[in-house]
Structures are given as C-alpha cells and as structure tokens.
C-alpha cells in the first residue's frame, strides 16, 4: 500500500485556495496559496506535505515577490546585435519555435545529431521534457547543475555495490548514527534539518560533522573533523583503518559479501591516526572516536555531500572509493535507518518508460559518444551501457536516475565547441540554468558562448541572465505558481508529488515543457509531444489509475511508497557483475579508471595549483545559504536584506598574515583571474583556507558589456577549466584550490 497525505483545506484565511509545490529549490515543499482575482496574494506551508510538514524556509517567503518582479522575463526576445551588446527584438513563441527547429534542423543534417548539447539547472522540475527530447533527438551531450554534485558519488556507488544511497535519509528515532560529510543540513536542507535537530540535541542520534568549516550543523555535532580541503581520501582511509584493526566492521557481510576485503585492509593499514592526522589536520583521537561510533552505533548512514565529487583529479576518486568502502564494511548497507538502496521498481509513475534513456545505447542516428567519452571514459553512452550489462541479473531496467551515468563533463562541451574536438558541437541549448554563475569554469564557458563556431544559443528563463545576455534566443519561463507541477524527484526515488497550477502565465512565459514540445513536434513525432503539459504529465501518471487533475483535485498531494524491503541482496545479490560489493570496483578497472582507494590528494599534481609562494591558501566554492539556490533569489529585496553582499570567511590567524581587518574587501587570486569579496572574519573556517561566496552576481545592473558583474565577484569565474584538473567522472574542481589574498579598498564595480 502506498500513503497519499490529505488536507481538507482548513486556512488561516479564507478564499480560492490552490495546493502546489514551491520551485525555488529542488526540495519542493508544498505550498497552499490563496489566490484572488487572479492574482496570489497569500500563501503558507502545506501541513499535510510530508516534505515540510507546513513548514517554509527563507526562500519561500519570496515566492510573489519574485513572481511579480518588474525585472521578469515576459515576451520572446531575438538577438539583433552582437552576442552580448544587448540588442533585441520582441518575437512571436511560434516564430521562434520555427527558426530554432530550422536551425536545428540545419546542424543535425550537417554535423549529425550530436552537434546540439543541452544545459540546464536543478531549480524547475520539468528535466524531464529535455531528457525526453535527447533521447529522441539522439545526442549523448547533456548537463544539468547535478553533473557537479552527484555523479561522482553515483557512479562509484553503482559499481560498488550496485545502486546508491544519495537521496537515503537519516530517520531520527531509527538512525543511530549520522555522518554528515561535506555537507551542512542547516543550509542545504532547511526541512531536514528541524527534525535532525531536535534529534540530536534530545540525544537519540550520534551527529559527525566532517567540514573545513565549522557550520551550523557543526556547532551542535557530537564530533567536528574540520578536515584539510582535498585530504578526505586520508581521512576515509584512517577510519577505516581503526574499524578493521579493531574488529569493528561487520565480518559476516564482509565475509559472505564483499570482494576485495584483504586489499582494501592492506591499503588502509599504512594509514595509523598519527599518519591521517598529520595528512588531514583532523586530531588522531577524533578520527578513531569518529570510525567507533560510526561502526558500532547501528543503524548508522554516511550521509551523501557535493563536495567530495568537486574536489578534483584523484582526490575525489579516494575520498567517494572510501566513503563507499565504508558504508559496505560496516554491515549498514540497504538497511532500515542505515545506507538504504532506493533500488525498488516505479509501479505508480511511468517515469523511466517515458524518458528512456537506453534509446540512446542504439539510437539510429548517433554514431558518436559524448564529447568527454575519449578522456572520462565510464562518464559515457559506453559507460552507461557497462553499467547496464553489471546490473542485468538484478536490475534488467538499469539505473532510473541514469542522467548522472551519462552527464557530459562541462569543460568538455565548452572544448568542443571552439575547437571542435573531438568533433563539434553548435548549438546549445539553455534551460533555467546559469552556467557562467553554476557552473566551474566560467571563462571557457564564456569563449564557447561568444565563438563564432556555436551557430545557435537558446535560452529559456525568469531572469535576462549573464548568459541570456549572450543567446540568439531568450525565452521566458513560467514559475511555479504559473503551471501544474509533478515532482518526480529525477528518478531516484519512487515518490512524486502533485501541485496544482495557482494563476494562469502573466505576459507570454511558458512553460519549459512548451520549448521541449515546440521543437519536437516539428522535429520528431508530434504524437510524443502532447500540445498541453498536462496532457504529458497525465502520461506519467497513467499507472497510478489519476490524471494529474484527479490527482489535486482529490486533495493528495505526494505519493509514498510503503511497501519497501530491505536486505534484498540475501535473495538475489548486488547489482554488480560479481553480484557481490566490489570494494575493488571492476568496472573502474574496465574504464582505466584505479580501482584501489589510494589516496591522492595535496600536493597538486600540476604546478598551477601547486605553486605555494604564489598561491598559499586553498579555496572553498559554492557553499550553501538558505537565501538562496546557486545564482537565483537575487532579484529578491527580502533575500538581499539578509545576504546583501558576497562574504568570504577567513581565519583571524590568516586575516592577520594578510592585514584584513572584518569587513575589508579583498581580491581572491588564481592563474584563471581575481574577484573581489568582502571579508568576515572569524574562526568559523580552518587557518590557511577561505570560504568564498558562490554563485554571485548583480541583477540590479542592467544587461551590459559586464553582463551584471559576472566576472567581479562570482567565485566560478576563478575556477578552472583545464578538463585534466576535474576528477575521474569529469567533475569539475570547486574546493580546495590554491589561491591567494590581498586587501583592497573597494569592489570592482
């Protein structure tokens, strides 16, 4: 039986009331909003949701502001300048719609199907629609912002043991122990967090902060690891170390259920808590007390974080190969509480079946892989199918969320449009992201947009973005209180919810599946772009036996599996070639990739991030604030109010090295350029590393030649773009990297 939440409407205020899901981040919490004449005027959480339980964070409260906003995108807009001059003209959906296909259409009977690749953002739930056309398209060249956030973790989950753990959520008053690792609740899961909290502090969960920082999350922890960026390969080693030398892992698993036990114990043996301490700056008595209570309070998860997957070449591949080894030896894997496979079939949404990614294994147009399949091999159409065939036995269908076993590395795109290698890509298509703001290497992304070689840039969004300002083509996209919306998590989990759509479009903003269906009913089957996404999002839902009006209008709101078990290897074994945890993956080794958890971090390999005279401290990007969702919320006066400017932590000890005083501005320096943030100063950061803010720039300036401050004090515009610096997935390098510090007497701009 599965379990739908209800609610009979009871408000604090009266009058039409819709039930949707709030888009201003992935989390998407439901939300009741009073609408009147038309117009949303009041809403709250949905009490009833089981996400948030009626609960909003900061970000919510910004919800009409921003959809009312004067600076929002309204009508279509054709470039009529030079990229970037700001030039446009007002066109017709329909209009653009033809020239684009045209377009299109132009590229692929040229350069094949290939030659289009398609970037996008986590903030709308409509992925789907652009996956959906991919596939059908034939090209393998597609990004979304979780090709930097889950990939690595994903595919070396998958080979290990055959499924992941990324969306496996702690359970207080089940969950024992958690571990959160490059990770900060508090920021990054404001639902989360309230029930964590309370748990912790009541004393019925073991909380293990590992973070450079000392977060939130951090300051209520039974233990703090402030870890040395890039060392978490050394720090997994170590604890892994302690958990066999001590006998504290879970030999009947291990013995009956893991290969490659000897050699992982023989690589950790070399790594004693003086060694990992000296190596990682964590204290040798707090990395043994972290892998005790970790091993022996059971259930217990290693919770999934971004940063292990940014920390580039082979540090990642250590550190995400040693979480991993972790989780296994242990005994917690596919538990109640513990590391839980979300590995049960779809049986009420049409998910897989209508995205498809295995149409691309033998699309009968495509005769290339991706553009990073010659360099970043198991990141690949090749990748994706080796996956496929270890899964067979286990799970025919594969992986549900297999974008992130197929996700092209960014820098690669960028290269493949200048130099056309190893073989061109023209047009790119844009859809409610930001690359030179999200994205790491933001001054190739940059090139790529401006060259000559792409023949077309389509941008669809709320905001005229940085890289708005640089398309042929801008389209503007409905919010969440403009469309219906389903949630269907992007495939790694079984559950979805249902939100009613609150207001009809103002102006012209579509909805994101409208670019998808335009250009697909001229360009491939018209019957598999319904005219109406209703109709489509009906399609999803068909299993389930409700339309997706049924589905509102019954008042339900979120589908919740119940019927799930757990141990399912004791009947049928791993989802790995050997049916067994490979903790020596062999599809690493297929893919040329070390398969052993050896660590490789500092010293950097190549001397533009390992010169310690020019470039002394390391460098954190991209750490979450509840204001706001990577580059969005900046249109908000409210978000702005709390987060006016780009603060980058500093250690006193460093501060005083560098003479910065509180409140200072200082220049952040790399080979790539410099930026410039305003200091705090505080020992909430490790000596010798700063934090930067992420993701920033200034909407208030209008559309330019500095396209609204992109390069003045937007962390990615210092990150790098050399494709040998990103890890062994293709993950781009975001924590960690030298760089150095100067005061300054005021911003760029």
Known sequence: ???????????????????????????????????????????????????????????????????????????????????????????????????????????????????????????????????????????????????????????????????????????????????????????????GWGPLKKAVQAGVIKLIVIDPRRTKSAEIADLHLAVRPRTDGALALGM????????????????????????????AQEWSPERTSEITGVPAQLIVEAARIYATTKPARLSFGVSTSQIGEGAARSALLGQSILRAITGNLDVLGGEMLQDEAYENLAYWDLIDFTRLIDHPARTRDNVNAHDVRIASIKGYA???????????????????????????VYRAVIEGDPYPIRAIIVQNGEPLVN??????????????????????????????????YVLPATDFLERPELSMRWGFTRMFSVGQQSVAPMFERRDDYDLWAGIGRRLLDPLDWPEQVDEMLD??????????????????????????????????????????????????????????????????????VDDEAAYPLQMLTGSRVLEFMGSTMRQSKKMLARHPEPLVQIHPETAATYNIADGDWVEIARPEGAIRQRATVTDAIRPGTINLAGYWWDPKRRPGADLSGVWEANGNAITPYDPKLSSFVGDQPLRGLRCSIRHVNAPVG
């Open 240 to 267: 892994i170390r302690t958990i066999i030398e001590e006998g504290l892992y879970d030999k009947e698993f291990v013995e009956n259920w893991c290969l490659g036990f000897d050699e992982v114990r023989e690589i």
């Open 386 to 412: 080796a996956f496929r065939k270890a899964m067979a036995k286990v799970k025919p269908d594969g992986h549900y969320a297999a974008q992130y076993m197929l996700f092209t590395s960014q820098p690669h």
């Open 1 to 191: 039986m599965a379990k739908a939440s209800h609610s009979a409407g009871k408000l604090a205020f009266g009058g039409k009331v819709k039930r949707t899901l709030c888009g201003l981040c992935p989390a998407h919490c439901g939300m009741l909003v009073q609408v009147e004449d038309g117009r949303p005027v009041r809403f709250h959480g949905d009490p009833d949701n089981p996400v948030n339980a009626g609960r909003l964070c900061p970000k919510g409260s910004a919800a009409i502001e921003l959809h009312e906003h004067p600076d929002r995108l309204n009508h279509v807009l054709k470039r009529v300048g030079r990229r970037g001059e700001n030039r446009w003209e007002k066109i017709g959906w329909e209009q653009a719609m033809d020239e684009i296909a045209a377009k299109l259409a132009g590229i692929r009977a040229r350069e094949g199907p290939e030659a289009l690749a398609t970037l996008g953002g986590t903030q709308h739930s409509r992925d789907w629609a652009g996956w959906r056309f991919i596939n059908q398209w034939g090209t393998p060249n597609f990004i979304n912002s979780g090709r930097n956030c889950g990939t690595g973790s994903m595919i070396t989950e998958c080979a290990m043991y055959g499924w992941d753990t990324v969306t496996a959520s702690a359970i207080p008053g089940v969950t024992k122990c958690l571990i959160m690792w490059g990770s900060n609740f508090a920021e990054a899961n404001p639902m």
């Open 439 to 472: 994205y790491g290497g933001s001054r190739l992304a940059y090139e790529a947009f401006t060259s000559e070689e792409l023949e077309l840039l389509v941008v669809m969004d709320h905001w005229l973005t940085p890289t708005a300002q640089l398309a042929d």
């Open 539 to 608: 399609r999803f839902l068909a299993p389930s036996g409700r339309t997706h009006r049924e589905w509102g209008e019954s008042g339900a709101s979120c589908y919740l599996p119940e019927n799930r078990t757990f141990q399912k290897y004791r009947e049928h074994g791993f989802a790995t070639a050997s049916g067994k945890v490979e903790l020596i993956p062999s599809l690493f080794e297929q893919f040329g990739i070390d398969p052993r958890p050896v660590y490789t971090g500092p010293p950097y390999a190549r001397p533009d």
